[in-house]
């Protein structure tokens, strides 16, 4: 049923896989599926966010995620499981479902952030515009 599975993950937030990248791992074994593990990198070269950070910020901000992505995978995702590492740049619930469309994956899992504290006030909308918005089959976990 599913070939393709995308876990959206915030490296600087556990509640933003603790639960889901379970439910992910256990839908890739059921399925043979494979694991696409994707962190969106907030858009530093927009002219005027860009302008407060040296020219090779985005640059270096990508080369630290990768690295910090690539130890999260190999930290949490089982090794029976195929996994990739996807970076993209944005407005967090756009990137997650371009990123679907253009890896063509079948299912996005992502955490739903229930907690009140600023962070979930970020967060939380991400996973209600993903649902509404991608034409893509999306489970919440919570």
Known sequence: MYQK????VDLNEEASW???LPTAVALCRSFGASLHVVTVLPDYRMPLVGSY????????AHEAISQ?????IRDHVPEDITAQSVIVDGSPWEAIIKAAKKLEVDLIVMASHNKRKFADYVLGPNA??????SKISVMIVR
């Open 5 to 8: 599975i995308m876990l959206p």
């Open 128 to 133: 209600e515009h993903v649902v509404h918005h």
């Open 68 to 72: 910090a992505q690539h130890e999260f």
């Open 53 to 60: 950070f040296p020219k090779d910020f985005a640059k270096k």
């Open 18 to 20: 603790t639960k889901a």
